[in-house]
């Protein structure tokens, strides 16, 4: 057997959502030849988004060892990192990353989320406008506004005070948001933030529900704005 179709067959069972079956092909694939590239990357992506993240770690530092210079691998780390709330760590991840790969938008506008968490908003809006250059179709319509008013908090010293928001609030939240990142972002924002908001979670959705379930997320707004 090859592992190249053992490994092709377990992303095919990813995409498929058949995780049991696809984690059976990664192993099998890695335990022909441990060393075949990025198959231990697509593997932590299974584990991770079947909540296994501890494993995933291992999975990617052990690709890692193999592969120092493999960046795929060196940015998935920075995102399990950060979805278990090592920032520093998924920081130092990213900016490898970057320093690797100058001109991965991806690269700079993950440094710039996790950045923008630590309120490092300053480098945050330095990595976002990077993103913005080297690839402006990454982001939806008008975000470099929304870049622009990081840098503009940052420099008046903005901060958000629940007890000045007397109007009713509903915050739609996707589980699978990895940039402001579920659950843990999403908790702050909940418990610390805007602790009185109406709050829905949308399962398996992303950062952009109006993207994702565009249809849901208008029903949720028009219901929740409506007299």
Known sequence: SQPAFHANLGEAYRHLERAAEAEASFRHALKIEPRTPHVRTLLAMLLHKERRSHEAVAELNEELRRHPEDSLARGQLGIVLWDLGRLDDAEACFRRVVRSEPRSADAHY??????????????????????????????????????????????????????????????????????????????????????????????????????????????????????
């Open 110 to 227: 993950r440094l710039g989320g996790v950045l923008q968490q630590q309120e490092k908003r300053a480098e945050a809006a330095l990595s976002y406008r990077a993103a913005l250059e080297l690839d402006p179709f990454m982001f939806e319509p008008g975000v470099e506004h929304v870049i622009e008013l990081v840098a503009t908090a940052t420099d008046h010293g903005w901060t958000l005070d629940p007890e000045k928001i007397t109007c009713p609030v509903r915050i739609v939240w996707g589980t699978e948001d990895r940039i402001l990142t579920y659950p843990r972002t999403a908790a702050r924002f909940r418990n610390e933030w805007l602790p009185n908001a109406d709050w829905v979670e949308l399962e398996g959705v992303g950062h952009c529900p109006q993207l994702d379930v565009p249809t849901e997320t208008a029903q949720l707004i028009l219901g929740f704005t409506a007299p």
